[in-house]
């Protein structure tokens, strides 16, 4: 991108722009070939730059992300040589569109233009500038000079009478009112007629553009709120159930939607649901035998009773599913299904496609590994095969076959294994059909290949929140996640754990840490994620520096007291609602550290997109307690052209407020109660 913006500010007060109704172009953006040579003595070669557009990411190779419904801001530098006036516009449309809509471009300041635009429809568009001089707004204001200057004006009114004459072929509708200016200028050579605003208006509209020029078009993709926000609660449907002996059922997580739609999540996220393979299932705590009650691992997909789009017999029908889908929408709940590609190795397709999997030397499957680790239990499609092309689009349809039955979330595991063209591919061929389609990727691998999957078109990310406990490590990920360009096209999803990481800090099982992780979580960013057996302090690790659950409910149905003494599910509560009620909370980029003298109490302000609403948080990384000083410092907050310094604070628990005095607030803070604060802010 050729515009920087810096890190964790905010945007520089936008002048106000006047609103203005999209109009509709119906020909196509003639982007005119470049020829060699494109200069010299009689050469046609374009007039304008344009350069220096903001937003695109990788020079326009991959589209930025934004919201339905919410404005758009484009900028770039607009310039020609000499000084006649120049006028510019914005145009959008979405892909497969041949009508484009169109507002004007207002000048900013140093040859820097800008424009506003709000689409509303999902799925994938265009936008390109169009730039050009306006001949008859030159000339007006040429006179207008003149005139103020006493110079007479007689030869130049001649001048603008021919403009208006010769734009009346394409004047329309608008031909009357423009001849009635040059009968009015006829009978009498006055020159009000012709330098009006009105007839301004007119020519600006229906006058020649011989040098109109275009910029290239650059990509950009429109998606639901829930791409950018939610508060995603992981389980395992088969554990859903009151009986270790007794396999969970569809009607079993139906019967839980009420206490989790009651703890303020959004999505309700699902381990696979599809058959599970017998050939070298794995028994409890991923041992190389299982008994003859072992469940196995449910990422070992695919048996005699089906694969990628069957369901577990023991978890119910289709029928089942669809039930279960229309009772969490009633509870304000999606469902988002884990993607995996791995196919156990009696999955059908090793009998139907082997040449979709790749054979050892010996003519002995390759089974999955991850040295020192090895998953007997899977074998991995090779993407690469001679048969690819059906392996492709079966895999496409396994995304199809779920959207036709009501699923709109999908959590891609390990992404990051399987070829980059494939998911650049596969995203838009799911999209193009289902626009509202969410993808999540689950990568915790290198920083740049987990931003290329997000170019690639994942709607969202796993980081390595999961991880980072110190406040400059926190600050600087923040920074580096928020910065231009990973703020046009990261979207972050924080997850506090997963059923394979139990990360270190959460192994001592102190309830302050479990809610200071998750206070982080929610009000970093916009959208986290919890794995059932959080809210309980779940924290036995299977041994002495090992990130993984004792007891893995990968390999064993594992039922829970969901109603335990010692939960936190009143904290987590607590924040959703703050989240819900909040739209600062709902967006990750607009964030702001603040200082806060504590090297363990991390402090940050967040403001909504639209710059309505705005909060401060203060959270303890350490037991504590912390006697500390909140700095704001010179920060504003508030919409463009009334930004101003926050004057108070409203507690978003306790509803006390609270002045700003010399530039803060001091706060006590005891990690043991509530390890974080958060602010409502005033101005």
């Known amino acids: 991108m050729d515009t920087k913006k810096p890190a964790n500010r905010t945007p520089r007060p936008k002048r106000p722009v006047r609103t203005t109704p999209a109009t509709i172009v119906q020909e196509q953006a003639p982007h005119p070939a470049v020829d060699a040579p494109s200069y010299g003595p009689g050469v046609a070669s374009r007039t304008f730059f344009i350069e220096a557009i903001d937003p695109r990411v990788d020079g326009g190779r991959f589209p930025f992300k934004r919201i ?119 009978r009498t050579p006055a020159p009000e007629p012709l330098l009006q605003e009105e007839l301004a208006a007119l020519m600006a509209e229906v006058e020649a553009r011989p040098d109109l020029t275009w910029s290239d078009s650059f990509p950009f993709i429109v998606e639901r709120l829930r791409a950018r926000t939610g508060a995603w609660y992981e389980l395992f449907p088969r554990s859903q159930t009151n009986d270790a002996s007794r396999h969970g059922t569809f009607d079993d997580v139906i019967a839980r939607l009420p206490d989790i739609a009651e703890q303020g999540y959004d999505v309700l996220y699902f381990t696979p649901i599809h058959p599970i393979g017998r050939v070298n299932r794995k028994g409890k705590n991923n041992s190389l035998t299982a008994g003859p009650d072992d469940p196995g691992s449910p990422y070992a997909i695919g048996s005699d009773e089906g694969g990628h789009t069957a369901i577990h017999p023991e978890l119910g029908t289709l029928a089942d599913f669809h039930r279960l889908v229309d009772a969490a929408k009633a509870h304000g709940l999606e469902i988002a299904l884990d993607f995996a590609t791995q196919c156990s190795p009696d999955h059908p397709w090793l009998k139907d496609h082997p040449q979709w999997f790749k054979r050892r030397a010996d003519g002995s499957m390759r089974y999955a590994e991850n040295p020192p680790k090895k998953y007997e239990d899977i074998v991995n499609p090779d993407f690469y095969c001679a048969d690819r092309v059906a392996l492709w689009n079966a895999l496409r349809d396994i995304f199809l076959h779920w959207a036709e039955h009501g699923v709109r979330i999908f959590r891609v595991d390990n992404p990051h294994t399987k070829p980059f063209p494939f998911w650049e591919w596969v995203i838009r061929e799911v999209q193009t059909r289902y626009p509202d389609v969410v993808f999540l990727s689950e990568a915790f691998t290198r920083p740049k290949v987990m931003k290329a999957l997000a170019k690639l078109g994942f709607t969202q990310s796993y980081t390595y929140f999961t991880w980072r406990t110190g406040k400059t490590e926190f600050e600087d990920y923040l920074t580096e996640i928020t910065r231009y360009p990973e703020r046009e096209y990261f979207r972050p999803n924080f997850f506090v754990n997963t059923p394979d990481i139990l990360p270190f800090h959460l192994q001592a099982g102190e309830r302050w840490m479990f809610k200071s992780r998750v206070a982080l979580a929610a009000t970093l960013s916009a959208s986290y994620g919890v794995y059932s057996g959080f809210e309980f302090l779940e924290h036995v690790p299977l041994g002495p520096g090992k990130e993984e659950y004792l007891d893995s409910e990968k390999y064993e149905i594992k039922p829970r007291d969901w109603n335990a003494p010692g939960n936190i599910k009143d904290y987590i509560t607590q924040l959703n609602t703050i989240r819900r009620e909040n739209a600062a909370l709902q967006q990750t980029a607009n964030l702001r550290f603040v200082m806060v003298d504590s090297a363990d109490v991390t402090g940050f302000v967040k403001e909504s997109v639209a710059c309505d609403n705005a909060v401060a948080v203060a959270i303890a990384l350490g037991h504590g307690p912390y006697d500390v000083w909140f700095h704001f410092g010179d920060l504003q907050i508030g919409p463009e052209g009334a930004r101003r310094p926050v004057r108070a604070v409203e507690n978003l628990l306790t509803g006390e407020r609270r002045m700003i005095e010399w530039g803060g607030l001091r706060l006590f803070i005891d990690p043991e109660k509530d390890p974080a604060i958060l602010f409502r802010c005033i101005t």
């Open 68 to 186: 339905v419904g919410e404005p758009i801001e484009v900028m770039a530098d607009i310039f020609r040589d000499g000084h006649e006036v120049i006028a510019a516009a914005l145009r959008w449309r979405r892909e497969g569109d041949t009508a484009w809509q169109s507002v004007p471009m207002a000048f900013y300041d140093n040859d820097r233009w800008r424009a506003v635009f709000t689409p509303h429809e999902l799925g994938r568009h265009v936008y390109a500038i169009e730039a050009w001089t306006s001949v008859f707004a030159t000339w007006r204001r040429d006179c207008l000079v003149k005139q103020k200057a006493g110079v007479p004006i007689n030869v130049e009114l001649l001048e603008g009478r021919a403009l208006v004459a010769a734009a009346l072929a394409r004047a329309g509708g608008r031909a009357g009112t423009m001849q009635a200016v040059l009968d009015a200028f006829d």
